[in-house]
């Protein structure tokens, strides 16, 4: 059985900085894309940034210069670095593996407030 196990959440102040890891575990015999999304509190889930099998990108543009995405494919993990965060970035971040069955982890709530 497949899981995605998210770490890295928490609370961090404005303009901070904090990075996501998301790893999975189980038979998995090939990922493809990698990507993370986000959900507030009374909004609908949204793209945060993905990332192929071979490295390309692509990211919200409310994110744009901030977030970076990479993976790892020998640790089956997809990392999100977070820069300069703002409080309108507080929200539950999933991961979500294809494969192409989809996967999703569990959620990892990150905070942004001072």
């Known amino acids: 059985q497949v899981q995605l196990v998210e770490s890295g959440g928490g609370l961090v102040q404005p303009g901070g900085p904090l990075r996501l890891s998301c790893a999975a575990s189980?038979?998995?015999?090939?990922?493809?894309?990698m990507g993370w999304y986000r959900q507030a509190p009374g909004k609908q889930r949204e793209l945060v940034a993905i990332?192929?099998?071979?490295?390309?990108?692509d990211y919200a543009d409310s994110v744009k210069g901030r977030f970076t995405i990479s993976r790892d494919n020998a640790k089956r993990t997809v990392y999100l670095q977070m820069n300069s965060l703002k409080p309108e970035d507080t929200a539950v971040y999933y991961c979500?593996?294809?494969?192409?069955?989809?996967?999703w982890g569990q959620g990892t709530q990150v905070t942004v407030s001072s």
């Open positions: 979500k593996f294809t494969t192409p069955l989809t996967y």
């Open positions: 189980g038979t998995i015999f090939r990922i493809y894309t």
């Open positions: 990332i192929s099998r071979d490295g390309l990108t």
